[in-house]
């Protein structure tokens, strides 16, 4: 019985070995098909992230060495006007664009959930702007808007309304690319209408039986129902459009007068036309600590306005 024990344990022993050879196996398997992507991360983000931050403390020409300058930069700021002017026109944009965006998308995507005719056509093509080059979108809005040439001041003018300078007056520059940014609301659209297609059916006809109107449902059915899909897109929304560059860089270039010198735009003119890469550097860290605040903002907020289901509900 002893030896029996012995061969019991040392052959448990060696299947432990094997078991944790194995292990070690599928873990180095993992990190190699793992590592393209690891490598990405640390060469073309991780990298490039830190060496901002360590370049936002120092004064960088790029012709030139960095010099070590503390938070200069960061102080800089302060008294910086066209800091402030970018951080408003993008304030601004974003509080304008966002709503109308996300208005305009849940309505089309109502009407999408609502027709049956050609749905498949329809979701494709509103989906079709979302693979098209921004250079080209802006250069193609630049051509709309133009102020003697447009078509839409073309349209305008047969209604008998004098279309204004969109594109060259800082009354309507901005207003123009709110309009703009209408364009891409298809990719948005389609996510409501996913959402909406989750809405249990039940949950209307039991509002039916009630006696609920069709704006009733709306407002107590559909809406708390989908609002993880409204989070996700005001989030990304949020995100997306502090990050606006190439409609401003090719339609205007900042102007007239300042009025669409987003804060990417301001910050790619302090990298690549002043060479100020410290200062732009600082610039960029600055955003994403905007980004962040605003973003946590948005998620703490969402106790309030975001409807989940529990899993001991009932419903699916």
Excluded: C
């Excluded at 027709?115 to 250079?135: A, D, N």
């Excluded at 993880?228 to 459009?241: A, C, D, E, K, Q």
Aim: aromatic share 16%; charged share 10%.
């Amino acid at each position: 019985m002893t030896a029996l024990s012995h061969r019991s344990a040392v052959s448990a022993g060696a299947q432990s070995r094997f078991r944790l050879t194995r292990r070690r196996r599928e873990a180095l398997a993992a990190l190699f098909f793992l590592s393209p992507w690891l490598i990405g991360f640390v060469v073309f983000l991780a990298g490039p992230m830190a060496a901002s931050l360590i370049l936002s403390f120092t004064k960088y020409k790029i012709v030139q060495p960095p010099v070590w300058i503390g938070i200069d930069n960061y102080a800089r700021m302060i008294g910086d006007d066209l800091f402030y002017k970018s951080l408003r026109v993008t304030i601004t944009y974003t509080a304008l664009s966002v709503p109308l965006g996300i208005a305009v998308a849940l309505g089309i995507a109502l009407l999408l959930n609502q027709t049956r005719f050609m749905s498949g056509v329809f979701r494709t093509v509103f989906y079709l702007q979302s693979v098209i080059s921004g250079v080209a979108v802006a250069i193609v809005f630049a051509w709309i808007f133009n102020h003697r040439f447009g078509i839409l001041n073309y349209f305008l003018g047969l209604v008998g309304i004098e279309g204004p300078p969109w594109l060259s007056h800082p009354r309507y520059v901005l207003w123009a690319f709110v309009l703009m940014s209408l364009w891409g609301i298809g990719t948005t659209a389609i996510i409501f209408l996913a959402a909406l297609q989750g809405v249990p059916a039940t949950l209307y006809e039991a509002a039916e039986i009630d006696g609920a109107g069709t704006r009733r449902k709306f407002f107590s059915i559909t809406l708390p129902m989908i609002s993880p899909s409204i989070l996700f897109v005001l989030i990304m929304g949020v995100i997306g459009t502090f990050q606006t560059f190439t409609q401003a860089y090719i339609m205007t270039g900042g102007g007239p007068a300042n009025a669409t010198l987003f804060y990417i735009l301001y910050l790619y003119k302090n990298a690549f036309n002043w060479f100020e890469m410290g200062y732009a550097s600082a610039l960029a860290w600055v955003l994403f600590a905007i980004i962040l605040a605003l973003t946590l903002i948005v998620l703490r907020s969402s106790n309030r306005w975001v409807y989940y289901e529990s899993p001991g509900d009932g419903r699916n």
